[in-house]
């Protein structure tokens, strides 16, 4: 065993600033990418809002579907939509202060986007050190692997976890960020042996309605981990601790409610499929994101190598990866089993895409940044010379791809300068691109959402209506 390569120490404080400033340039050019990406269509919706997002604001806990039997779309998603509501409600306004206001709300886009990018990262970390302490060199180093994983275009239709649409981050990234959150406390406990005190766990349960009632995915997730948890706790004939009983109770609790919930989804009859055709469905959906590019092929190979080279390494440490494996590859079937029942929507055709994948990639890039941060550990000086440009290599081919720009949104800003500077109360804009909508319209009327989000974020001074010219 040779010297713990991430102690800190004078000797290698250049090494740290370098590492920082390779660490801080990709948070750079990701936040690059989020800045000048074009504003979803749902996006009006959230701000202003819509009339389907009303009921959800308006009933926190889904009140008014338990006592009423009331129908709307998303009854269980209220955090995910109060968050994403607030947030563009305030921070372009702040930032006003500063930029304009067209520039603000890209801003608003671009920041909440590398904020979820990077507290994603620091839980990561947390969970595989055991430590807060995230300035440490250790922490950066592995940061510095794991953001280069989380591609904003290169390869994001595969293994995408901070989505190019705004709202739909808030809608997946930011729920899977509370989960972790609030399975903090377990996790320091079975994987650290760190015991948390009872009166912070009784505290921690203000996170539990916040993570299974933020997004579509968080019920199931959580219910599956409680069910695993709940199973190999009576397979090791293990009692569970204070914090796991209540932890895991409030969140079985909750989940439960929360997919009850689900059921008065009025989105749900809008796009029937069979159920058959959905699990008929589910390998094409695995298949093209498994090989569509060479993002899962690189990260799969990259983690039977490290595997292989732990078990070669280390029996201990191979012990608990093996343990790992079997709880996440557990976890992993079980998701994909239930994930058809969630139902179906067009825009999802093969029921898994990667924002349904989330779950999925974030634990198989723990798996490989705990391995390989494990096998640094337990190198020596020699043996680490040789293993550490292979990752510094899947760090540049992951870095290489995300390199490429498929989008920007300046011809949307160049619309919305038109819509703000034009006199006319109904503006004719001819573009190719889309103007914070999901498809062009000719119909002035379906721009009225996204020109009362325009107005109330200052852009616009007055009522306006947009649509697309035919000729272009």
Known sequence: MGTIVFNINKKIIPLYTFVLFILLLDFTHSFEHYYYTPIDGDLPGAIVPADDVLPILDSPLGFNTLFNGEEYPNPNKYFAHKICHLWFNNVPLFLQNFVSPIDSLYLACAIGKLLMHILLIIIIIIVITGSYRIWSFKSIALALFITTLFQSYGYQAYIGIIDIATTYSFFYALPIIILLVSLLPLLFEVLHNKKIPHWVTILWLVWVPLC??????????????????????????????????????????????????????SINGEHIKPIIQRYADLPKGLFYILTGKLAWPILITSLIINTILVKRTNATLYKQLKERWFIILTFSTLYLLLLPLGGYRDYRPYIVRYDTFIPITITMIYMYTYSTYHLIKCYNTKQRCLYLPFP????????????NKYTNNQCERNAIEQIATSNNKVVMINTDCLVAEWKQSTDSLDSKLACKMFERLNIISNEKLYFHSMDK
């Open 212 to 265: 299974t009632l933020s997004g579509p995915l968080n019920p199931g997730i959580a219910l599956i981990i409680c069910f695993i948890w709940f199973a190999v706790s009576i397979i090791k004939n293990q009692k569970l601790t204070f914090n796991q009983k209540v932890l895991l109770t409030a969140l079985t609790i909750f989940s439960l409610y929360s997919l009850f919930l689900g059921t008065y989804n």
């Open 392 to 403: 510094i290599l899947i760090m540049l081919i992951f870095s290489n791809a995300d390199n």
